[in-house]
């Protein structure tokens, strides 16, 4: 079964260090998104590519935030510097540019110290 | 302002009996409705949809009922079962970006 893949499943990093994931969604998939998850919250969308080109990033803290999908498959989401108000767990999902259900990744659990 | 609301944090069952959560939302512009299942240290998993055209959507154990008139959805899940036991989102969406906003989560506990 064909799954959203995304790396480091964990990530310590001190405050004001920089910090990447990845993501490479389900082939096929022409939409991509990160979210963010703090705890006992639902996801919040961070930024949503529509093959290489950003749809929405209204909620992505643009200081210190970045997003790149440069071929249009797999992407990258940076933080630079981190704070510790990030520590959250950042998720990828990927759906068919017609559907609306998403399908999400494993998730990658940051904690800033 | 949230837009989507789960107002119970979490539900205890037991096993064979049926599940009943929640979930009521504020914008009519939603017109596509889904619920998602987590469990600890995985990413969320798609359940089951309903489009705003319909009232009522079943998928074996699973059966999501929306009421727009009173802005509201709830998913039933009968009979419960052990491995049931997850965080249940529900999400919704508005327009042709497809983008989800989601609710707070209920943490549902189903006891052998």
């Known amino acids: 079964e064909a799954e959203v893949a995304q790396s480091p499943r964990y990530k310590i990093t001190e405050k004001s260090q920089a910090v990447a994931f990845w993501c490479d969604p389900i082939?096929?998939?022409?939409?991509l998104y990160w979210y963010r998850q703090i705890l006992g919250q639902g996801p919040e969308l961070l930024v949503q590519?529509?093959?290489?080109?950003?749809?929405?990033d209204s909620q992505l803290p643009k200081d210190r935030f970045s997003a790149e999908r440069l071929k249009g498959v797999d992407s990258t989401l940076k933080i630079q510097p981190a704070e510790l108000g990030d520590s959250a767990m950042y998720l990828c999902?990927?759906?068919?540019?017609?559907?609306?259900?998403?399908?999400f990744g494993p998730g990658t659990r940051l904690t800033v110290t | 302002d949230q837009q989507v609301k789960q107002n119970s944090p979490s539900l205890s069952v037991q096993e064979g009996r049926i599940s009943i959560l929640n979930c009521d939302y504020t914008?009519?512009?939603?017109?596509?409705f889904l619920w998602y299942k987590k469990y600890p240290a995985e990413g969320p998993t798609f359940l089951i949809s309903?489009?705003?055209?319909?009232d009522k959507n079943e998928d074996g154990r699973f059966t999501v009922f929306l009421n727009k008139s009173a802005k509201h959805l709830s998913l039933h899940i009968v009979p419960s079962q052990p491995g049931d036991s997850a965080v249940y989102f529900c999400?919704?969406?508005?327009?042709?970006?497809?983008?989800?906003?989601f609710g707070k989560g209920t943490l549902l506990t189903v006891n052998p």
């Open positions: 082939s096929g998939h022409a939409t």
């Open positions: 309903i489009s705003s055209i319909k």
């Open positions: 590519f529509q093959d290489e080109s950003v749809v929405d």
């Open positions: 999400a919704a969406s508005a327009g042709s970006n497809y983008k989800l906003t």
């Open positions: 999902a990927s759906s068919l540019t017609s559907g609306v259900e998403q399908y």
């Open positions: 914008n009519s512009m939603f017109d596509y």
